[in-house]
């Protein structure tokens, strides 16, 4: 699952941009860390603004967007997104399937690791068996939940582990390998192209199923730029790549890269604006506004991949919660417009689907009159369904991600058009509402989000509202709405199971579980001595595309 | 004297076990769970979740941890954050950063603190002195984190976009000490202040003592009335608020060092307090007494250089 908090985004304040962006890292007044400036570095180098990543470079290991910046200038994986954010084949040959169970992945010859050793099927398969691992707490562990024996190696709590490698992954020869799912998905090539999914080298293991200490420091990878100076995470500001001149794509269009780790979004869009920093993939709210006229058509406004929702636990929860009619109303009663523009200053877009405008299967205003602000009819829809009797209505969020503002907002939305009392109620972190949740002791309204983890329609619908659910948190389920999801996913295509899925986004968006509220959207900005800038559905930067202006 | 510094230093053990043992307590006692902390929004896997227990000793009570804790100290260790980074690594550098930082705006204080006060003192009631009175009251209210942001993008943006060079650097530690001024004047703006009331104030009494109408009275160069026996003899509070101010900016210092990217401690406690790294927070406290006891004691031996009637026995 992917649920988050989305602090780092968000910056109600500066201080709170602080809280979540705040990761340390150092470097000494000589400048070791230095970069791109006149202290050294290479002068060559494009510089992009990221945080510190959470953990060292390690592919499995890492889910937040500025670790898998880096790594997808280090790696490249078996497949990427085009601009119509479709999978196409990278280092995949081809990636075939009969039943869409068993899944045939050969490899293209002539891709290398930056040790020189061909990147062969067995690559992959160490990396994927390290991750699903649940012994190695891999951070991207979850990702392999589809394949035939991750129960196995994820046996669950005060259970052994019967198995080291993942029975559903078998190499047939250097170029090709086989994934056994657990059930038909004709979705899983769109999943390959996450960092989790990328290969690891034999030189990453210092035995079979046991990694190197250095290994994420130092990491050797298959993609277009190589690291150029180990990097120690919690000291060094710096993450230096240079370009691999053997890469089998073609050489990259620059020299080299130099992350710089940032703890304020402020203070890096100050530096972008002084010419000391190249590339923004976020940017402060408040620095929007200045984005847009300083930098013209070198400012980048795209959907991302997130949705901010109201929801309800709709079996155990309170009366309002249980009502779908009641639900229908609190949504047409939110004024998604100006929330967006005044509250986020314009870096969310109102959201009109249940399912992200970045993956195909999306339909604009899918959602209709029930998205749409209609104040009198909202409070005749909330009357009539005797929404007047059932209490204050709750609205939990978590305090340390900046949610105040937009929940308050919400709140008087539903008090003035509604005319029912509302009691925003805040929660020191985001897990101890979920965890309330899952154990059914929630009985308000509450603030969610959802990034998505591969751009498929399944993955908006089926983790959240299938009945089992990793993330069903509104405990919606409905027998149909799951045979139309499998049914999606046993289409002979990703395209021919987008009619199922829509079916089914149909079905919540009748019955509201979650009111979508925002899309969340990618507000970037680069500088003029770089072009060509282009950020793909999971926010990372195409940087082997990027060219010097 | 020595036997005066070796009983300070033993009168140090009993405050730094007293100042770690409460910040330990008040960190443990921070609602919520450390390992649910480190795996932010999702659950984390429980078994993955009693191995850490485990190892960090979560599951004793807090007086055994203590104890485990203070014995590691002794043997140099400071310990390892739930991530499995030694705090070692994460105060790497971090306190050289901070130190100058520090550094950087007490001298800064110092330098503009004193003058400031020093000229108002002699001026007293003119012109100059309502200059300085309305200027240090501008700058006591208004808050480090206007004053970064603003002279950030005044100097550090709007300069070089109207110039095309970069006088001071935006953010980070790269341009070396350059790096440090903004900065440093930023953290060192409301203690300036402070300071020229202080300097003010304290020369405008020691102008009124009896010594000081002798030393006019025998006929002294009025540079050496000023100079040799006004200001050495207002120094005392001077020093001392100055001795207790490198503590105070060196903790102190989480906005200037987040608004200017710098590295140093005051981010990371930030950070390890809201991550509940428990092993950094209590590290970095325990070092920050170190510094206010040794800067205490450094305050309270050059009260007897600066006045010859103070001895130490």
Same mark, same amino acid.
Request: charged share 20%.
């Given at each position: 699952?992917?649920?988050?908090?989305?602090?780092?985004?968000?910056?109600?304040?500066?201080?709170?941009?602080?809280?979540?962006?705040?990761?340390?890292?150092?470097?000494?007044?000589?400048?070791t860390g230095a970069g791109a400036t006149a202290a050294g570095g290479n002068p060559n180098a494009v510089r992009v603004e990221i945080a510190e990543p959470q953990h060292d470079l390690i592919p499995g290991n890492t889910t937040e967007s500025s670790g898998a910046e880096v790594l997808n200038a280090l790696f490249v994986g078996l497949v990427d997104y085009d601009a119509e954010k479709k999978p196409y084949n990278r280092v995949a040959e081809s990636i075939e399937s009969d039943d869409q169970t068993t899944w045939t992945v050969k490899l293209k010859d002539g891709y290398k690791w930056h040790n020189g050793e061909p990147v062969v099927a067995q690559n992959f398969v160490d990396s994927w068996n390290y991750t699903a691992n649940g012994a190695n707490a891999q951070e991207g562990n979850y990702f392999f939940g589809s394949v035939e024996g991750y129960d196995e190696l994820n046996p669950g709590e005060g259970k052994t582990a019967t198995a080291t490698t993942l029975k559903g992954l078998k190499v047939v020869d250097d170029k090709t390998?086989?994934?056994?799912?657990?059930?038909?998905?004709?979705?899983?090539?769109?999943?390959?192209?996450?960092?989790?999914?990328?290969?690891?080298?034999?030189?990453?293991?210092?035995?079979?199923?046991?990694?190197?200490?250095?290994?994420?420091?130092?990491?050797?990878?298959?993609?277009?730029?190589?690291?150029?100076?180990?990097?120690?995470?919690?000291?060094?500001?710096?993450?230096?790549?240079?370009?691999?001149?053997?890469?089998?794509?073609?050489?990259?269009?620059?020299?080299?890269?130099?992350?710089?780790?940032?703890?304020?979004?402020?203070?890096?869009?100050?530096?972008?604006?002084?010419?000391?920093?190249?590339?923004?993939?976020?940017?402060?709210?408040?620095?929007?506004?200045?984005?847009?006229?300083?930098f013209g058509d070198r400012y980048i406004e795209q959907p991302s991949s997130g949705i901010g929702y109201i929801g309800f636990p709709t079996k155990s929860g309170a009366e309002y919660a249980k009502n779908a009619d009641v639900r229908k109303a609190i949504s047409m009663a939110i004024d998604r417009k100006t929330i967006t523009e005044q509250v986020f200053s314009g870096t969310r877009v109102p959201a009109d689907d249940l399912i992200s405008p970045v993956v195909s299967g999306y339909r604009q205003g899918a959602c209709g009159e029930a998205c749409t602000y209609d104040p009198a009819k909202a409070k005749q829809l909330f009357d009539s369904a005797g929404g007047g009797k059932?209490?204050?209505?709750?609205?939990?969020?978590?305090?340390?991600?900046?949610?105040?503002?937009?929940?308050?907002?919400?709140?008087?939305n539903l008090r003035t058009n509604l005319g029912v009392?509302?009691?925003?109620?805040?929660?020191?972190?985001?897990?101890?509402?979920?965890?309330?949740?899952?154990?059914?002791?929630?009985?308000?309204?509450?603030?969610?989000?959802?990034?998505?983890?591969?751009?498929?329609?399944?993955?908006?619908?089926?983790?959240?509202?299938?009945?089992?659910?990793?993330?069903?948190?509104?405990?919606?389920?409905?027998?149909?709405?799951?045979?139309?999801v499998t049914k999606g996913d046993a289409a002979n295509s990703l395209e021919e199971g987008i009619k199922f899925y829509q079916q089914a986004d149909d079905m919540i968006l009748k019955e509201l579980p979650y009111i979508p509220v925002y899309f969340y959207q990618t507000n970037g900005a680069y500088s003029q001595h770089v072009k060509n800038v282009k950020i793909d559905p999971f926010e990372r930067i195409d940087l082997f595309n990027v060219e010097r202006a | 004297m020595g036997r005066y510094i070796i009983r300070r230093l033993l009168q140090a053990i009993p405050v730094l076990l007293g100042t770690t043992f409460l910040i330990f307590a008040i960190v443990y006692a921070l609602p919520g769970d450390p390992v649910q902390a480190l795996a932010g929004d999702r659950r984390v896997?429980?078994?993955?979740?009693?191995?850490?227990?485990?190892?960090?000793?979560?599951?004793?009570?807090?007086?055994?941890?203590?104890?485990?804790?203070?014995?590691?100290?002794?043997?140099?260790?400071?310990?390892?954050?739930?991530?499995?980074?030694?705090?070692?690594?994460?105060?790497e550098g971090k306190f050289q950063v901070t130190f100058k930082l520090a550094a950087t705006a007490l001298i800064i204080e110092a330098i503009?603190?004193?003058?400031?006060?020093?000229?108002?003192?002699?001026?007293?009631?003119?012109?100059?002195d309502k200059a300085i009175l309305a200027f240090s009251l501008l700058l006591v209210s208004v808050p480090t984190l206007v004053s970064g942001f603003v002279l950030q993008l005044a100097i550090g943006v709007k300069l070089k976009q109207l110039t095309g060079t970069q006088i001071l650097p935006v953010a980070g530690v790269q341009d070396g000490l350059r790096s440090y001024l903004l900065p440093g004047f930023v953290l060192a703006t409301v203690s300036i202040a402070y300071l020229t009331r202080l300097t003010r104030t304290s020369l405008m009494e020691t102008l009124r003592a009896d010594f000081i109408r002798t030393?006019?009275?025998?006929? =002294?160069?009025?540079?050496? #009335?000023?100079?040799?026996?006004?200001?050495?003899?207002? &120094? @005392?509070?001077? !020093?001392?608020? %100055?001795?207790?101010?490198?503590?105070?900016?060196?903790?102190?210092?989480?906005?200037?060092?987040?608004?200017f990217n710098l590295p140093?401690?005051?981010?990371?406690?930030?950070?390890?307090?809201? =991550?509940?790294?428990?092993? #950094?927070?209590?590290?970095?406290?325990?070092?920050?007494? &170190? @510094?206010?006891? !040794?800067?205490? %004691?450094?305050v309270d031996l050059l009260y007897a250089v600066l006045d010859p009637r103070i001895r130490y026995e």
């Open positions: 699952m992917r649920v988050t908090k989305g602090a780092q985004i968000v910056a109600g304040t500066a201080l709170l941009a602080l809280a979540v962006a705040a990761c340390g890292g150092s470097s000494d007044s000589s400048g390998f086989t994934v056994k799912l657990k059930n038909p998905f004709s979705g899983f090539p769109t999943m390959l192209g996450y960092t989790a999914f990328y290969p690891l080298p034999k030189a990453a293991f210092e035995s079979e199923g046991k990694l190197k200490a250095d290994y994420g420091g130092n990491p050797v990878g298959n993609g277009p730029f190589k690291i150029s100076k180990p990097w120690k995470r919690g000291s060094d500001q710096t993450i230096s790549l240079v370009r691999d001149d053997a890469f089998k794509e073609g050489k990259a269009k620059i020299d080299a890269v130099d992350f710089k780790i940032y703890t304020d979004l402020s203070t890096a869009f100050n530096d972008l604006r002084a010419g000391n920093l190249d590339i923004m993939d976020q940017l402060p709210p408040e620095g929007i506004a200045t984005a847009k006229n300083e059932m209490g204050p209505i709750e609205l939990g969020y978590n305090a340390d991600g900046g949610h105040k503002e937009w929940i308050e907002a919400v709140a008087n009392e509302v009691t925003p109620k805040p929660v020191e972190k985001f897990a101890s509402i979920l965890d309330d949740l899952g154990d059914r002791k929630w009985s308000g309204a509450f603030r969610m989000a959802w990034l998505m983890d591969y751009p498929s329609p399944e993955n908006y619908l089926r983790p959240q509202y299938g009945t089992g659910g990793s993330s069903n948190y509104s405990e919606f389920s409905d027998k149909k709405f799951d045979e139309l | 896997d429980p078994v993955f979740a009693a191995a850490l227990r485990e190892q960090f000793h979560l599951n004793d009570p807090l007086i055994v941890r203590y104890g485990y804790y203070v014995r590691d100290i002794f043997s140099g260790d400071f310990g390892q954050t739930f991530r499995g980074l030694p705090v070692s690594t994460i105060f503009v603190g004193v003058l400031f006060g020093f000229w108002a003192a002699l001026r007293r009631g003119g012109w100059e030393a006019v009275a025998k006929g =002294l160069p009025r540079r050496r #009335v000023l100079g040799r026996h006004a200001l050495r003899n207002s &120094l @005392i509070p001077l !020093v001392t608020y %100055l001795g207790a101010d490198l503590g105070t900016l060196m903790g102190g210092a989480v906005i200037t060092e987040a608004i140093g401690i005051g981010q990371q406690l930030f950070q390890s307090v809201y =991550l509940r790294e428990n092993s #950094v927070v209590v590290g970095i406290v325990t070092v920050l007494v &170190l @510094i206010y006891i !040794v800067a205490n %004691l450094v």
